[in-house]
């Protein structure tokens, strides 16, 4: 047996054992059991599909290749086609299939935590962070993914100090993973009087969001501070100490959040972040253990680091990792991502199998 039909076949075993272990009756209440059975046994059904598919074709053209050779005349014409037919069908098939045996990352499926900032740049970076979400906004409307506000901090000028945002769909993660880093903005900003153009960045993290199973929090790990809200300029927007900055002791991680007028609400939301983030942290610590820990997203937020230049003079979008440019920049603020995300999906898939052709 060749060594892919061992794992497939281990892998249709596991999927047994799975199905047996979902149909026990205390696993429904077990939340964080059932989660990861569902999840497991998704994987391994899309790949015990992909390889009944495969096989299927293959017998298909074993049974035409045989017929064709003992047939004559249109017979043997009609059976050429069956044979044709059946090697067109195998390469995407086992593509698939290929691309199912790759390493799972253990994010696929989550909801994403969406956090865009302002960088370098003053007030035209914050106007840019401004235009970042809207372009995300549209995005996930395109796709189907329901996006809900965890904060959103108007700038002076009508761009954005900061947001967060909560971005549900299933395949979110999958398609907004790539998008944390750097983004430049290369234009004229409102406030240039000699139409010069300025150089100015907006940062954007991608977290995983993290469910209460995923992360057990002591209370005792956390300080909680209330304060006053305040909007553009320092000005306060709420007469009652409704918002709230969550300090988690053990990492120092610090998630404030204000946008609600009720400081429960502002709470919840912290902690959503607070989960996500931890969740993150852990993930970094597991990877850095294997020695496989990926540079920081967002670094130090310096132009240099860049990952996509937007430039409003040539109507241009670069995205430097993989050196892919369109003249479409309308198209793209306008939420049409879909070129970059599927470039960028293609390379990381032709990386992860060349890394696996190399161990």
Known sequence: MRPIDETLTKLTEELKVVEAALSEPDVASDVARLRDLSRRHKELNEISVAWEDLKAVQSDLATAKEMFNESSGEDRELWREEVNAAEAKLPALEENLETLLLPRDPNVGRNVIMEIRGAEGGEEANLFAGDLAQMYK??????????????????????????????????????LEQEGGVHRVQRVPVTEAKGRVHTSSATVSILPEAEEVDVDINPNDLKIDVYRSSGPGGQSVNTTDSAVRITHLPTGIVVSMQDEKSQIQNRAKALI??????????????????GDLKRSQVGTGGRGEKIRTYNFKENRVTDHRINLTHYSLDAVLNGELDPYVDALLAEKRARQLAESDGR
């Not at 761009?159 to 979110?172: C, F, M, Q, R, V």
């Not at 972040?273 to 294997?290: I, P, T, W």
């Open 273 to 290: 972040v607070l989960r996500s983030r931890l969740l993150k942290a852990a993930q970094d610590e597991q990877a850095r253990e294997v």
């Open 138 to 175: 549209r995005y996930a409307a395109n796709r189907g993914w329901k996006l809900e506000v965890i904060e959103e901090s108007e700038s002076e000028h009508g761009g954005i100090d900061g947001a967060t945002y909560l971005i549900k769909g299933e395949d979110a993660w999958a398609r």
